[in-house]
């Protein structure tokens, strides 16, 4: 897949509202409890083995954060964006009200 330049990441940053970062990775730091951040990591690694990526996924302090970046440490791809985006997915239907 081809790199990203910078005007497209800022493009797709913008409709990733709080994804922050730059050409090298993307990163989200979110607010879960234990059962959401298990319930979160199970479907990120659904959609990401799907797409050959391999997101970094911790838990700090109540946090869950993920961090995306190319497996190579070059620029992000449009395939990290996509992922960016089915992570939101995951974390909206997660985190909805039961």
């Known amino acids: 897949m081809l790199p990203l330049g910078r005007d497209d990441l800022r ?7 709080e994804w922050i970062g730059d ?4 990163r989200r730091t979110m607010r879960l409890d234990e059962t959401e ?3 979160l990591t199970e ?3 659904v959609v990401a083995d799907a797409c050959q990526l391999r997101p970094d ?24 964006v996509r992922l960016a985006a089915r992570i939101e997915d995951a974390f909206r239907t997660v985190t909805a009200p039961r």
Do not use: S
Not at 12 to 17: I, P, R, V, Y
Not at 23 to 26: H, L, Q
Not at 72 to 77: C, E, K, N, Q
């Open 43 to 45: 479907r990120i690694k």
């Open 23 to 26: 050409v090298g990775e993307i």
């Open 57 to 80: 996924v911790r838990r700090l302090d109540g946090y869950t954060q993920i961090c995306l970046r190319t497996p190579d440490g070059g620029a992000l791809t449009a395939g990290e």
């Open 37 to 39: 951040h298990a319930a």
């Open 11 to 17: 493009d797709a940053l913008g409709q990733l509202k």
